[in-house]
C-alpha cells in the first residue's frame, strides 16, 4: 500500500462545474496535510493547507479532512481552464520526522 | 525576486561524471528540503536541514548523494559518479520555522547520457 494515494486520472470536467480530488493516506498519527498544484513542466506550488477534521475554504477552493477515515480532498468550484494542472496530495508523517510524503497527482483538465 | 532559486536551470552530463546543484531559499527560511521528481509521480523527499543540521535523510538516498548547508542559508546537492537512473527533476523547498508550509523552487532537470 502506497502512502499517499491518489486517482492518477485524468479527470475532465467542463468549464463552471466543481472538480473532487481525492486522496487516502496510511499513516494513521499523520497530522499536517497539503495540496500543491503543479503545471506541466513547473514546480508545485501550495494551495492549501489543513490540519484539524472538517472544511478549510479559500477562494474557489475547499479542503476536507476527516482523520478517522484517512481521507482529505479538494474541491474546486467554478472550475477553469487554467485550473487544468497535476494536483497534489501531500502528508507530513507523524514519526516525529520531518518528511512529507507526496501522493504522484492527480491530472485536471478543465474543458471551456 | 524573493522566491527559491536554484542553479543551474538544466543539466545534461554523461553517465559516470559527478554534478553539484545550488539552491538559495527564502532568506528568513530555516528549514531546507531536497526532492527528486520523475515524470508521473510525485516529489520523492531526499533530505532535510533545519539551519546547518542535516536532521533527515531518505534511506533511498544511495551513498552517491550528498547535501551540505554550511552557513545555513544556500545549500548543495552533489552527485556523484551519475546513473541513467539519476535522471530526474531535482527540487529545492524551504519553510519558516514552526512551519510545515513549504515552498518550492523552479528545480533543476537532469538529464544523464
Known amino acids: 500500500q502506497k502512502e499517499v494515494e491518489q486517482n492518477s486520472g485524468p479527470l475532465s470536467v467542463p468549464e463552471g462545474a466543481i472538480a473532487s480530488l481525492n486522496c487516502t493516506y496510511s499513516d494513521r498519527g499523520s497530522q499536517s496535510f497539503f495540496w500543491y498544484r503543479q503545471y506541466s513542466g513547473k514546480s508545485p506550488e501550495l494551495i492549501m493547507s489543513?490540519?484539524?477534521?472538517g472544511d478549510k475554504e479559500d477562494g474557489r477552493f475547499t479542503a476536507q479532512l476527516n482523520k478517522a477515515s484517512q481521507y482529505v480532498s479538494l474541491l474546486i468550484r467554478d472550475s477553469q481552464p487554467s485550473d487544468s494542472a497535476t494536483y497534489l496530495c501531500a502528508v507530513k508523517g507523524s514519526t516525529g520526522g520531518f518528511k512529507t510524503i507526496f501522493g504522484a497527482g492527480t491530472r485536471l483538465f478543465v474543458k471551456a | 525576486d524573493t522566491g527559491v532559486s536554484q542553479n543551474p536551470r538544466h543539466k545534461i552530463t554523461k553517465r559516470g561524471q559527478n554534478v553539484t546543484f545550488r539552491c538559495d531559499p527564502i532568506?528568513?527560511?530555516?528549514?531546507l528540503y531536497w526532492y527528486r521528481q520523475t515524470l508521473g509521480q510525485g516529489p520523492e523527499f531526499l533530505t532535510y536541514?533545519?539551519?546547518?543540521?542535516?536532521?533527515?535523510k531518505s534511506r533511498l538516498l544511495s551513498d552517491r548523494f550528498s547535501a551540505e548547508r554550511p552557513k545555513g542559508s544556500f545549500s548543495t546537492l552533489e552527485i556523484q559518479r551519475t546513473e541513467q537512473g539519476d535522471s530526474a527533476m531535482y527540487l529545492c523547498?524551504?519553510?519558516?520555522?514552526?512551519?510545515?508550509?513549504?515552498?518550492f523552487g523552479p528545480g533543476t532537470r537532469l538529464t544523464v547520457l
Open positions: 523547498a524551504s519553510s519558516l520555522p514552526q512551519t510545515d508550509t513549504q515552498y
Open positions: 536541514f533545519q539551519n546547518e543540521a542535516q536532521l533527515e
Open positions: 489543513i490540519y484539524s477534521n
Open positions: 532568506s528568513e527560511h530555516n528549514r
